[in-house]
Structure formats: structure tokens, C-alpha cells
């Protein structure tokens, strides 16, 4: 049997054990569990493998994930102080006005997304090798996933659940991964201070939206705001598109590149 499996299967595998009475523990981090089996001094003899839906497409780059870990933690191992952060931080905003006059005037807009956003603040920030940004940087298209989930496994969370002859013990955190969270928020930061600094260069009545690294905003901005992320050194594609639909919670906008309509939701502590 493969030690290796979906998701999928994991709740009725661990039933099974349960019933079993068998003596094993479970790491659970985002989307993998580990299903350890365990000897009489809790040592582990074999492990078993869950992770990803069944049915799902392979995320091209996750070989990433571990290469931008080592990279931050040989820093810590060097002796580099975690750097300055604030958790909580977010990278959308909204201006809803704006967004309900452009939706009522058909306005075309302009939307410009930087290449590969993350992965580039984290070597401008240097918390990862020019080598390996240039690595990933090669396979931005293909491995667009894999360069987020990257950064954003430096947020994760790893919890353990031991069982006892089949008996839960409680769910525990782990402090692994620790000591790599201030890098993720780091990086979140920065790209939440280009996005207000952004926004500060427009017209109020100019901006639209900021989604993660996308942002939207009349024509007549364009050259204001790419002129400035040429500066800052960032890459970027754009593209145009028009909203939609304003409801009270969510902003609807089409892509004019592939027709598609897409949708986010919105609060009023993410509106301008």
C-alpha cells in the first residue's frame, strides 16, 4: 500500500485506527496530515501521507516551499534578528464610491498585476538568495502557485494530536514554524505599504481597488502608477476591464482580455 494518499480519505483512515486502539499521533498542517505510528516509547516506527483533494491538478513549484524554509532558516541559524512586522496586516482596499460611479458609467478601467509580487518583495526585502529568486523567477508562469504558497507556508500553522490506544490527548501546537512568521508578515507589510503608497499617488477619484497585487483605476492614471512600479523594479502585466455589478457586500468586474467575470467580497474595513 502506498504511504502516500488524498485527503480525501484521511477521516475515515483515522476512524479505522481508532477503532483499532492503536497508538499513533497526527500532524495536521493546511491542507497535508501526517499519520505517524508510534512504538511503546512513542517513537515513531512509519508514517502514512495525506495531502491535497482528490481530483485536483498537481501545483506546479512546490519544491519552492522548502527551498525558500532552508534559505530563512540558515538566516535564523546565522543570527539574524527577525525583522520589524505587524500581524493582521491586510493587502485589499476598496473604494466603494468610485467603484458604484464607474459600474454606472460602463467606464473602462485599467487594471495592472505585478509579476511574481511576493516572491519579488521577498529578495527585495532579502530574506531569500538572488540564486533562488532567479530560479523561481525563470518559472514564474508555470509555477505561479508554487512561488505563493512559498511565502505563504511561512505563515502556516503545524498542530499534533496524539492517540492513545485510540484516544484523542488533545490537539497541542507546535512552535516549529515560529520563528518563520514574522518573515511572512515582513513581506505582507511591505506589500501593503506599496499598495497605500500607491494609492496616495492617485487622484482619489482615480482609485478603484487593490487586490493582493492587482490593482484597478481610471485610464487617465495609467502612466502615474506605471511609471512608479517601474521604478520601485517590479514587472507587471495590465490589462483592462469594467465593473460589472456593486452589490452590498460584493464588487463583480470583467476582465476584457478573457471575457471572464469575476467577483470578491468586501468590507468596511477594507473600504477607502
Not at 487594471?111 to 531569500?128: H, P, Q, R, V
Request: charged share 30%; hydrophobic share 35%; with cysteine.
Amino acid at each position: 500500500m502506498s504511504n502516500n494518499s488524498h485527503i480525501n480519505a484521511y477521516n475515515d483512515y483515522v476512524t479505522d485506527l481508532r477503532s483499532k486502539e492503536l497508538n499513533f499521533k497526527v500532524e495536521m498542517s493546511g491542507m497535508s496530515r501526517i499519520v505517524h505510528f508510534l512504538d511503546g516509547y512513542g517513537n515513531t516506527t512509519r508514517k502514512r501521507i495525506f495531502y491535497g483533494a482528490e481530483g485536483d491538478e498537481r501545483i506546479e513549484g512546490l519544491e519552492f516551499v522548502m527551498m525558500v524554509r532552508r534559505e530563512i532558516k540558515k538566516l535564523i541559524k546565522e543570527g539574524q534578528k527577525p525583522p520589524a512586522h505587524v500581524q493582521g496586516t491586510k493587502v485589499v482596499s476598496f473604494n466603494i464610491d468610485n467603484l458604484k460611479k464607474a459600474h454606472r458609467e460602463q467606464e473602462e478601467l485599467f487594471e495592472i498585476d505585478l509579476n511574481a509580487c511576493y516572491w519579488k518583495t521577498a529578495s527585495n526585502l532579502g530574506f531569500i538568495s538572488n540564486d533562488l529568486f532567479i530560479k523561481g523567477w525563470k518559472k514564474r508562469k508555470s509555477c505561479k502557485l508554487g512561488l505563493v504558497a512559498s511565502i505563504g507556508s511561512l505563515n502556516k500553522r503545524t498542530f499534533v494530536e496524539t492517540y492513545d490506544f485510540g484516544k484523542s490527548q488533545g490537539l497541542i501546537e507546535k512552535t516549529k514554524d515560529h520563528d518563520l512568521r514574522p518573515y511572512y508578515w515582513a513581506i505582507i507589510n511591505e506589500v501593503n505599504r506599496i499598495m497605500k503608497e500607491s494609492v496616495k499617488m492617485l487622484p482619489k477619484h482615480h482609485f478603484m481597488m487593490w487586490l493582493t497585487d492587482c490593482m484597478y483605476l481610471k485610464q487617465s492614471s495609467k502612466s502615474i502608477i506605471t511609471d512608479h512600479f517601474n521604478s520601485l523594479g517590479y514587472e507587471f502585466k495590465t490589462n483592462t476591464c469594467h465593473i460589472s455589478k456593486v452589490e452590498r457586500n460584493r464588487v463583480f468586474w470583467v476582465n476584457h482580455d478573457t471575457g471572464e467575470e469575476k467577483f470578491i467580497f468586501y468590507s468596511k474595513n477594507s473600504s477607502l
